[in-house]
């Protein structure tokens, strides 16, 4: 079986340490995602851990954490550690946006994507439209380690995953379920999946659906990187929709060479601009992380189709992206600096911390 073995108690007690497996070297992290609910309530180029979008809880996780990040085919990199950071919220059921719990499509049922990536080897794997498996992430690792493929999706994936021991669970928790049927009870015949209109898509179907992702990226100190992205997507998307988080140089990008990169927020727009390879390359030609992320973004702001900007002509969504250079230096950025997106939370030997994200536009 190629699942990760994760020992929950050891990873919450140490993760702050920002070491992983036993002997390793110090890692870094980035944890990501607009994670709606949880039960969990300087810069050191030795030791450092950014962590993505937004919520206390992600803060803590680090806090109280450390990740032993090994798997049956004898991984411990990177990549294996940012799988281990993801189990921690796709095993909550309190995290609508990704794993168990996570929000589901129109017809209720969840659907979950992700992706990993080794920057050593410059291998990866994922899947999509992934159902009835609670840890995507550790499918995409066995994507990536056991076969000649990078991508699965939908039956093709869970029959994989089936195959390899994974288990089938019901992901749709009471709570998403209530969610899911309070939208459904507001739609009408008259519902669009596409509404032109100057301020942006009106449709009560579409307009403002939740969000959720989580993206770790992982730095060990000696300059190797990878990366995971997972995430139950768009809530109430029609189903098999996939979104950028399981596609390799949009949602994620890993590179010894350059850095890791990673995002959440819009996927389709995302997916447009390859936002995690650009931000890459642009730290192979020398930009700090910061300025990579923000180049990405103005990236997606200049093509930005009409119907998804706002009456003043600046995008009516959000994206944030996750970057660690190879040498340890770290950024984030968000197209809007509002709600409580405007942080991302960093660990390194100095402790865990949310910093500053670095924003195209401010209100």
């Keep these: 079986m190629s699942q990760i073995s994760l020992d929950r108690r050891r990873f919450l007690e140490s993760m702050a340490a920002a070491g992983i497996a036993a002997g390793a070297a110090p890692r870094a992290f980035a944890i990501g995602g607009k994670v709606a609910k949880s039960s969990r309530g300087g810069r050191d ?4 851990c950014p962590q993505s979008e937004t919520q206390p809880s992600e803060a803590g996780v680090l806090q109280r954490g450390r990740a032993r990040g090994r798997t049956d085919e004898g991984g411990d990199r990177p990549v294996d550690a940012a799988v281990v950071g993801a189990h921690l919220l796709e095993d909550d059921p309190y995290e609508t946006g990704v794993g168990l719990g996570g929000l589901p499509n129109a017809e209720g049922v969840v659907e979950l994507d992700s992706s990993v990536m080794d ?19 550790a499918v995409a690792l066995a994507v990536m380690r056991r076969t000649n493929h990078l991508f699965l999706v939908s039956e093709g994936a869970l029959r994989f995953a089936k195959d390899l021991g994974f288990k089938e669970v019901d992901l749709l928790t009471p709570e998403s379920r209530k969610v899911w049927l309070e939208w459904r009870s507001k739609l009408s015949k008259d519902d669009n999946y596409l509404e032109e209109s100057e301020g942006g898509p009106t449709s009560p179907a579409v307009k403002m659906p939740p969000l959720g992702t989580v993206h770790i990226s992982c730095w060990d100190g000696k300059g190797h990187v990878g990366g995971c992205t997972s995430t139950s997507g768009l809530a109430w998307k029609i189903p098999g929709r996939v979104g950028d988080s399981p596609i390799i140089g949009a949602g994620l990008f890993a590179d010894d060479a350059a850095g890791t990169a990673g995002s959440t927020g819009r996927g389709e727009s995302n997916i447009l601009v390859s936002g995690a390879h650009t931000i890459v390359e642009q730290m192979r030609a020398g930009r700090s992380p910061e300025e990579a992320c923000l180049e990405a973004l103005k990236r997606v702001a200049d093509t930005c189709e009409k119907r998804l900007r706002r009456a ?7 994206l944030a992206y996750y970057a660690i250079r190879s040498d340890g230096e770290y950024g984030s950025a968000i197209l809007w600096d509002r709600y409580r997106e405007g942080a991302f939370a960093v660990c390194d030997s100095k402790g865990p911390r949310h910093e500053k994200t670095a924003s195209v536009y401010q209100e």
């Design 45 to 48: 180029r030795k030791r450092q």
């Design 312 to 318: 003043d002509g600046k995008p009516d969504f959000n």
């Design 119 to 137: 920057g050593s080897e410059h291998r990866a794997g994922a899947v999509g439209a992934l159902r009835n498996i609670q840890n995507p992430s």
